[in-house]
């Protein structure tokens, strides 16, 4: 099964949920592949985006509770001029089916000879951290935690008012901005992982580059708000590169490393080295000042003796 999309007749591979369980009539939701940017996979109720799988990597999918490599099917995604899909194919005699239900909510389910049934293989449920967007702009997701909504180390809730109260929609902002002068050296990049990669519809991806030339790209580019490796196999390869705020990030057990840019000033551990070094900056400035009004007062006091000396030794020697 494919899903996905054949550019050649320009025409969609997807599924479309029942109207509702007892009427097969075409309903709200669609499961299908949006190839803007690297190509992921949405479900969504017309315009409106859902749930979004996070970009494939190479193995599987990230942030999903089904396990990407197991004894009954495969995966594979295909980019080409001709098509760009990810491929459902069953391994062994087990059988299988994708399920969109009328509600949205995305089953996985596998056929049991024992019993005649088809039972839940796996199940992507909407919960408070898989609704698209949930946190906003450089927000983070934990549905361990409540408010499930937190903002990234260097970044600060955007609208304090609405935050408060329940709607983490704004998201956050950066505690300092950015350098946008013709020099990046005032930024660098915050290694992070175990998180769901944020939405990739504004970015860009090469499978040849190496991870240090996707720095270089992303340093080079001062729009590009992150980068990463692309595949996680062989010790990783490719580049994908955000240039747009990031979107959708949430917990999830990942190791794959995610770079995200920030102000030099905001890298873990800089903060503290900055203040000692303000501190210092203010004692040597104080220091010298405080040594320079010694100096002038001493220059002063020496010159305002010097005509009672000249005097005296003009009665001691006429």
């Known amino acids: 099964m494919k899903l996905g999309k054949d550019l050649v007749k320009e025409r969609e591979w997807s599924i ?59 995966v594979e995604f ?11 194919e069953l391994i062994g005699s087990v059988f299988q089916r994708i399920i969109v239900m009328s509600d949205g909510i995305l089953l996985h389910m596998s056929w049991i000879n024992r019993t005649q049934q088809w039972v839940v293989y796996g199940s992507i449920a909407v919960d408070s951290c898989s609704q698209y967007g949930r946190c906003g702009p450089y927000g983070s ?11 990234m180390e260097g970044f600060e809730v955007k609208d304090p008012e609405e935050w ?3 709607d983490w929609s704004s998201g956050c902002q950066r505690e300092t901005p950015l350098d946008c002068g013709s020099s990046t050296a005032g930024d660098d990049f915050q290694k992070i992982s175990g998180m769901k990669f944020p939405n990739t519809r504004r970015s ?15 340093r080079s580019n001062y729009s590009c708000t992150a980068y990463a490796n692309l595949d996680i196999r062989n010790g990783g390869s490719g580049c994908l590169l955000w240039f747009d705020e990031l979107m959708d990030m949430g917990e999830h057990d990942d190791p794959q490393e995610l770079y995200i840019r920030l102000a030099t000033s905001k890298l873990p551990g800089q903060s503290s080295f900055d203040q000692k070094n303000g501190v210092l900056t203010i004692v040597l400035c104080v220091s010298s000042a405080a040594l320079l009004l010694c100096a002038v007062v001493y220059v002063y006091r020496k010159k305002k003796k010097m005509p009672h000396k000249q005097r005296a030794r003009k009665r001691t020697y006429p």
Do not use: H
């Open 141 to 151: 997701c934990f549905i361990k935690t409540y408010p499930p909504c937190s903002c």
């Open 16 to 74: 479309t949920t029942w109207k509702s369980p007892d009427d097969p009539s075409i309903g709200l939701y669609k499961l299908r592949l949006d190839a803007n940017g690297y190509p992921q996979v949405f479900v969504g109720e017309g315009q409106v985006d859902n749930f979004r799988l996070a970009p494939w990597n190479g193995v599987g999918f990230r942030g999903i509770p089904v396990e990407n490599t197991n004894p009954i099917y495969s």
């Open 164 to 166: 408060n109260a329940g």
């Open 78 to 88: 295909v980019v080409n001029r001709k098509e760009i899909y990810y491929r459902y």
């Open 204 to 218: 860009w991806f090469n499978v040849s580059m190496s991870l240090g030339e996707c720095e270089m790209a992303c």
